[in-house]
C-alpha cells in the first residue's frame, strides 16, 4: 500500500514537499519518505519491487512495529546521520463524535501532545491501520491529515494506492554516522550554538544558554 502526502512547512520561510508512506503489512514495517520531487512518480508501474531512489530522498523514517523501532536519515550542516529510537508512544485523545470527509473517507477526529507540540489528526477506519507520516502511529486508522495547533506543520493524503511490490528499504546504516535520538538532540542543538559562535566577533564573550527549539520537536520524554 502507497499513500501520498503533501506536507506543508509554514515556518520562516515556506516550504511544501512531497512524501510518501510505503507500508509492508506481512513485516509490519513502513517507509515513509521525504522529497522536494513528485515522489509518486517515481515509482515503477512494472516491476515487482519498490525502489528507493537515493539522489531524490531528502529524508526518511522507518519504522518497525515488530522490532520496537524507529530510524530516520537527518541532515545537520554537512553531516548526514541514520537515527535511531524506539516507536514513540503518542496518548491520543479520540472523539468519535466529531467526524469530516477527506477524499470520501469518513474520519474521525483524535488529538495528543507530541514531543512539544498539540496537534490534531484526522483518521479514517476504512484502513484500519496504526500508520501515519513521519513518526506518527498508534490510532485506530491511517492517519488522513495532521496538523498542529499552530498549523506551523501539516500533513495530508493527496492519494491512496494499493500494490503488491516489494519495498525496497534504505540500507545506509554503513554509509552514515549512526546514533540514537538522545545523541541526535545534542549534537544538533551543539551545532547550533557552534554556528552562533563562528558568526561572532574573534574575542566575544558569551554566556552559554540553551538555544531556542522551534523545530517540529521541542521538548522529548527524558525532559519532561
Known amino acids: 500500500m502507497k499513500i501520498n502526502y503533501i506536507i506543508k512547512y509554514n515556518t520562516e520561510i515556506y516550504n511544501e514537499k512531497n512524501g510518501i508512506l510505503l507500508l509492508d503489512g506481512k513485516s509490519q514495517k513502513s517507509l515513509f519518505l521525504i522529497s522536494t520531487t513528485n515522489l509518486k512518480n517515481q515509482l515503477p508501474k512494472e516491476e515487482n519491487q519498490i525502489n528507493v531512489i537515493q539522489s531524490e530522498i531528502e529524508r526518511y523514517v522507518i519504522t518497525d512495529f515488530v522490532l520496537d523501532s524507529l530510524f530516520f536519515k537527518e541532515k545537520i550542516n554537512s553531516d548526514v546521520l541514520i537515527v535511531s529510537e524506539n516507536i514513540p508512544k503518542i496518548k491520543w485523545a479520540l472523539n468519535q463524535k466529531i467526524t469530516k470527509e477527506i477524499d470520501q473517507f469518513l474520519c474521525y477526529k483524535a488529538t495528543a501532545n507530541f514531543r512539544g507540540r498539540n496537534y490534531t489528526a484526522w483518521y479514517s477506519l476504512d484502513f ?87 523545530g517540529i520537536e521541542i521538548k522529548f520524554e527524558w525532559e519532561e
Open 128 to 214: 484500519p491501520l496504526q500508520y501515519g507520516p513521519w513518526k506518527f502511529n498508534g490510532l485506530p486508522g491511517l492517519i488522513m491529515e495532521i496538523y498542529d495547533e499552530t498549523n506551523r506543520y501539516y500533513w495530508g493524503v493527496t492519494s491512496i494506492g494499493f500494490t503488491d511490490q516489494k519495498i525496497d528499504f534504505p540500507q545506509e546504516n554503513n554509509l552514515y554516522k549512526k546514533i540514537d535520538i538522545k545523541e541526535y538532540v545534542d549534537f544538533r542543538y551543539e551545532k547550533i550554538m557552534d554556528n552562533i559562535d563562528i558568526r561572532l566577533p574573534r574575542g566575544t564573550q558569551t554566556q552559554t544558554t540553551k538555544p531556542s527549539r522551534n
